[in-house]
């Protein structure tokens, strides 16, 4: 078992940056793998970054790529979300999500994860 505190949301204005952090407690990060997905009101939930410990291989989906960057503190069990030039459609509320699957796969859906934290809210003002 693992628990996932999400934290680092807020409000900034467009074209900012923030730096969201999943802190893990139970287990170490280094067997997970690891996504950050989003939800708006009335929206689904969707990945924008996602991480393989085991292969090392990341992903980003159009709408963040090169805006958004996943990166891992091992000593501190925390992921991390950079965000930079953040626009309005970037508000959301923010989740980190892991599972312990040991395979090489990135996971790109909710139903991929087994573990998630309770989320933080990002708002971003235009």
């Known amino acids: 078992q693992v628990q996932l505190v999400e934290s680092g949301g807020g409000l900034v204005q467009a074209g900012g940056s923030l730096r969201l952090s999943c802190a893990a407690s139970g287990r170490a990060f280094s067997s997970y793998a690891v996504g950050w997905f989003r939800q708006a009101p009335g929206k689904e939930r969707d990945i924008v970054a996602a991480i393989n410990w085991s292969s090392g291989r990341t992903y980003y989906p159009d709408s963040v790529k090169g805006r958004f960057n996943i990166s891992r503190d091992n000593a501190k069990n925390t992921v991390y979300l950079q965000m930079n030039n953040l626009k309005s459609e970037d508000t959301a509320l923010y989740y980190c999500?892991?599972?312990?699957?040991?395979?090489?796969?990135?996971?790109?859906?909710?139903?991929?994860?087994?573990?998630w934290g309770q989320g933080t809210q990002v708002t971003v003002s235009s």
């Open positions: 999500a892991a599972n312990q699957r040991g395979d090489f796969y990135i996971y790109t859906t909710p139903a991929g994860y087994d573990y």
